[in-house]
């Protein structure tokens, strides 16, 4: 059992940064390819990025590529997510996934954290 655990939101205006953190426990928790999936009011669950548990090639979606950036350290259990030049578009909760059962950009993720708030004002 993976515990996944977000943190890291908040209000930000357009063009700002914020870096999100996923914090997953369990002892084979490093061993898992992990996600970030975000859902914005009114709209169905997307992929934004993910990671395999190498650390090494990263797959993002096309609207977020350039701007976000997922990194992990498999020492700590942590994945971060670095997002920078914010767009209102971006305003969505985020989501944390472990443990890949399909693609990476497939929401077919055994562990699933609470989501975190993140709003980017115009």
């Known amino acids: 059992q993976v515990h996944v655990v977000e943190s890291g939101g908040g209000l930000v205006q357009a063009g700002g940064s914020l870096r999100l953190s996923c914090a997953a426990s369990?002892?084979?928790?490093?061993?898992?390819?992990m996600g970030w999936f975000r859902q914005a009011p009114g709209k169905e669950r997307e992929f934004v990025t993910a990671?395999?548990?190498?650390?090494?090639?990263?797959y993002s979606a096309d609207s977020v590529k350039g701007r976000f950036t997922i990194s992990r350290d498999n020492a700590e259990n942590t994945v971060y997510l670095q997002m920078n030049s914010l767009k209102p578009e971006d305003t969505a909760v985020y989501y944390c996934?472990?443990?890949?059962?399909?693609?990476?950009?497939?929401?077919?993720?055994?562990?699933w954290g609470q989501g975190t708030q993140v709003t980017v004002s115009s």
């Open positions: 990671i395999g548990w190498s650390g090494v090639s990263p």
């Open positions: 996934a472990a443990g890949s059962r399909g693609r990476l950009w497939e929401d077919k993720y055994d562990y």
């Open positions: 369990g002892s084979t928790a490093s061993s898992y390819a």
